[in-house]
Every structure is written in structure tokens, then in C-alpha cells.
């Protein structure tokens, strides 16, 4: 008999270590955001990945506090983009000022030049000044007058938004959307959660006690670790026919893009690593199908009439793809 598991490509040491830094980082948010333990491994995964994550919610519900808490359990640069309407690219990029003493330009850098950069409220902004963020989000890189300045790996981006019918918002464009690895919500925490938030931040906020569990160098080995996990050539075809898929239903205008399908891959892989595998199971897979391909796929005519959201979309699909079996 055949399973998903093949020759061992990571080492049981490098497993153990990437694993138990993973939960350590997990372990280490929960102290600060209560009941949203799905939530907080998806943020952890995509920055195992190198991926970006979007938080969308109304307000109040912790998408600040989730960001600030991984970022805190890093030693990575951090940067805050609070965005208003009236905030410009170059505030977000940088600009280049004249020195009339060297008569030379030198070049400023914005916030978006920082390891972890927390985008705040993103879509308040208007579409010009989102769009400053597509090339460091996918090129890790920001382009200044025709001068091109690198970012320092990690490079990772969470973004949080309220929802598209508040005052005050513009709803991000598909090629901004497809950046994001995934797209999460929050939620309202449930009566005991909500007790126990209360009773954490009664005298002093658990944010102020969270402390350094992982450096950049780790997470730069993590993430090439991460490469190395063995996806079966059934998984394979099982993360294609589900991306597929969403092209072809009569409910969607707009499917997935291919870079839907290789962050699904990847964030398999990553989901296994935290689970102490060196292999991917379809399990794996199917959790991470919602989070993935929801903020990809965008509904017909049709489908809205139909009162079919993206979710509902994406749990029929998996419902007609049956889970791979080992042979």
C-alpha cells in the first residue's frame, strides 16, 4: 500500500524545530487574541509562506491587535501605514529629495521599506495609493523614479479593512486582492470569550507582555523548510481540479488565478510543517481552500441573484471534488 508520505526530504531536527517554532509563535498570540485559534495559524502560516494575509471585519473586533501581536513575537522591522483618504503613494513608498549641498537626489523611504508592514484600514485609501503597495508585494522590491530598492527578506504584509458597505471605503481591485495569500474574518467571540477578554485586559493590555519568540533568521530557514514538505502527485491534482472549478461555474464572472493554486500549494506545505509532517495530507488542503480562494473569486450576475456568497461557492466545489485516497 501506497500513503501520501514519501521518503523523508526534511530531517526529523529541522522538523522539530521549524514545528515547535511555529506553535511557539501561535502560543504566543494566544495570550493576547482569545478564541480565534484558526485565525491566528492561518496569519502564521502565510508569513511561513512569505504571503500576505488580509483581515477584513467591522470594527473593534482585534484585526490591529492580531497584527501587532505577531509582529511582537518577531524581531522583524515593523512599520505602521495608517490609511486615510487623503494619503498619497509616496507617503507609502518614499520620495526622493534634492540635496543642494551634494547636488545629488537622496532617496527617502516610506513605511512600506520595513520587514513587517501592518497596512491599517487599506481600503480608506484611495485605489492610486493601494496600488503603491502591489510591487513590494509581489517583487519585495519598490521602484523610485526609475531606481529600484530592494526590501529586506522576510518581507511580509497584513492588511485589515472594514467591510466594503461602511462609509468611506473603496473595495480593493482584484489584482490588489489577488496579492493577499488569504482573506480572513474575525468574527464576535462567543459569551465565554468575551468574559475572558474582559477579564485579561482589566488592569494592564496583554499586548505589553508579549515577548520575542523568533528571529528573521529563523523565519527565512522556516520558510525554506517549508519548500522541502512532499505535496503527492494526487494532492497536486486535487489543488488544480478545485482551482479549476471556479472557473467554470455559471455562478462566477472572475475564478481563480493561477497564483490562487501555488498559494494553496504552499500553504499546505506550511500547514503541514505545524503539524509536524513532512507531507501534505487533502485534509490540509480543504481547510485551506476557503481562506485561499474566497477573496479570488467573484460572483456572476447570476450568482448574486442567487443569494450565493463566495463560501457557499467554495464549500459546493469541495463538496464535488472527493477527497484523494492513497493508493
Known amino acids: 500500500m501506497m500513503d501520501f508520505q514519501e521518503k523523508a526530504l526534511v530531517t526529523t531536527k529541522n522538523l522539530d524545530f521549524a514545528a515547535n517554532k511555529s506553535k511557539d509563535i501561535i502560543e504566543n498570540i494566544k495570550k493576547v487574541v482569545i478564541g480565534k485559534d484558526s485565525e491566528i495559524e492561518f496569519c502564521v502560516i502565510a508569513l511561513l509562506c512569505g504571503g500576505h494575509i488580509l483581515i477584513e471585519d467591522v470594527p473593534g473586533l482585534g484585526k490591529t491587535v492580531l497584527a501587532k501581536s505577531l509582529a511582537n513575537s518577531t524581531d522583524l522591522s515593523f512599520s505602521r501605514i495608517q490609511f486615510t483618504p487623503d494619503l498619497l503613494p509616496a507617503d507609502v513608498t518614499g520620495v526622493s529629495i534634492y540635496n543642494q549641498k551634494t547636488e545629488t537626489f537622496n532617496f527617502m523611504p516610506g513605511p512600506i521599506i520595513s520587514q513587517f508592514v ?3 484600514e487599506i481600503n480608506r ?3 492610486k495609493t493601494q496600488s503603491a503597495l502591489l510591487e513590494a508585494m509581489d517583487e519585495k522590491q519598490v521602484t523610485i523614479e526609475n531606481t529600484t530598492h530592494q526590501i529586506n527578506p522576510p518581507f511580509f504584509v497584513i492588511a485589515t479593512q472594514n467591510s466594503v458597505e461602511y462609509e468611506g471605503t473603496y473595495p480593493l481591485p482584484e489584482a490588489q486582492l489577488d496579492r493577499f495569500m488569504f482573506k480572513i474574518n474575525l468574527g464576535y467571540p462567543t459569551k465565554e470569550d468575551e468574559l475572558n477578554i474582559l477579564s485579561s485586559q482589566e488592569k494592564t493590555h496583554p499586548l505589553e507582555q508579549i515577548t520575542q519568540v523568533v528571529t528573521a533568521k529563523e523565519i527565512q530557514e522556516i520558510q525554506e523548510l517549508v519548500k522541502s514538505i512532499f505535496v503527492d502527485e494526487l494532492i497536486r491534482n486535487y489543488i488544480v481540479d478545485i482551482i479549476r472549478s471556479t ?5 462566477v464572472s472572475l475564478g481563480s488565478s493561477p497564483r490562487g493554486g501555488l498559494n494553496l500549494f504552499r500553504s499546505s506545505q506550511a500547514l503541514a510543517l505545524i503539524r509536524g509532517r ?8 480543504k481547510s485551506l481552500v476557503i481562506p485561499s480562494l474566497n477573496h479570488r473569486v467573484l460572483l456572476s450576475q447570476s450568482g448574486e441573484m442567487n443569494n450565493i456568497n463566495s463560501y457557499k461557492l467554495l464549500s459546493e466545489i469541495l463538496d ?7 493508493k
Open 320 to 326: 464535488k471534488h472527493p477527497i484523494p485516497e492513497a
Open 247 to 251: 472557473r467554470k461555474n455559471p455562478n
Open 118 to 120: 501592518l497596512a491599517d
Open 278 to 285: 513532512d507531507y501534505v495530507l487533502p485534509d490540509d488542503v
Open 125 to 127: 485609501a484611495s485605489p
